[in-house]
């Protein structure tokens, strides 16, 4: 898991980038009649709207534990972050498809398509910086994994939304830029509604793709492999333990519940079995401080 600073930090700079830009884009599709801009713009506000609920998000899976959710709130950042997906799904890229079928049907020519272009690489030049910050945050949770399976593998809701965000962002705006570009070359209004339905589909994609991974953490995913198997080792590597026959754990925002089923060193006494298993639990609890409930069950077989 990432550490929360970090998370907050990328939302945080994710959301001032995207509402200063879709200010600046909302202004130039005015202007210019640019359906692609405006589609840019939609985007953009529906991005601020998306890191606002993820801040939301993280503050509700704060809250402590009482009778009715006796593990805690932590995962209701998963529905927030599948809300988020939606609102991208839909505010997003199907607004973006029906605008670029709307201007396909009914093409409209460019108005100071200088102005666009101009803001368009002021947007690039604002995501930019905000998948800059994104990627501070994600670097420290890599552990050396390609993006695609960092991706897949990570427990952070919040940061998978924010980089999937901002990758669709900055393709969504070199796709507007060469749209505008090539309508004012070629001064046919086409390629501007063109560039239009192309973000409409690009966010629709990044959508479904986040809702995937996101539905996985809200059905119930354990920690990590990496995490988990070091885990494992640490508990067979503690004097008190002979032999670690199961552990489950449960991701819970950023929190974790894990389970060990092992067998303990003889200890001559039913104390003697008590404190080692406490002493190997705050051990345990030291060497992964994301664990919030550990239940330990000492056994002599795996049934």
Excluded at 96 to 115: A, F, N, Q, R, T
Aim: charged share 15%; glycine share 8%; with cysteine.
């Amino acid at each position: 898991m990432s550490a929360k600073p970090d998370s907050i930090k990328s939302i945080l700079y994710a959301f001032f980038a995207n509402l200063a830009i879709a200010i600046a884009k909302a202004g130039a599709a005015f202007w210019t009649g640019s359906g692609a801009m405006m589609a840019e713009a939609i985007h953009s506000l529906a991005d601020s709207c998306n890191q606002l609920l993820l801040l939301f998000g993280m503050k509700q899976s704060k809250r402590p534990a009482d009778v009715n959710y006796p593990l805690g709130y932590g995962k209701s950042i998963y529905f927030w972050s599948f809300l988020v997906a939606v609102i991208l799904f839909s505010l997003g890229g199907m607004f973006s498809l029906y605008e670029g079928v709307h201007k396909l049907s009914d093409p409209v020519p460019l108005k100071s398509p200088m102005i666009a272009i101009g803001v368009l690489i002021f947007a690039i030049i604002a995501e930019s910086i905000s998948l800059w910050g994104c990627m501070q945050a994600v670097d420290k949770e890599r552990h050396g994994r390609r993006l695609s399976k960092w991706f897949r593998e990570s427990r952070s809701s919040e940061l998978i939304v924010v980089f999937g965000e901002d990758i669709a962002a900055l393709l969504g705006l070199a796709i507007a830029l060469l749209a505008v570009l090539a309508s004012a070359i070629t001064g046919n209004p086409v390629y501007d509604a063109m560039g239009t339905v192309a973000i409409g589909a690009l966010l629709v994609v990044i959508a479904f793709l986040l809702a995937v991974e996101v539905k996985q953490l809200l059905i119930g995913q354990g920690v990590e492999k990496h995490i988990s198997d070091k885990m494992r080792i640490f508990l067979q590597e503690q004097p008190e333990v002979e032999h670690v026959y199961n552990l489950l754990s449960l991701q819970l925002g950023p929190d974790a519940m894990v389970a060990v089923k092992a067998r303990m060193q003889p200890t001559g006494s039913e104390t003697g079995l008590m404190n080692a298993i406490n002493h190997v639990e705050r051990e345990f609890r030291q060497a992964f401080p994301m664990v919030k409930w550990l239940f330990f069950e000492p056994d002599n077989g795996d049934e």
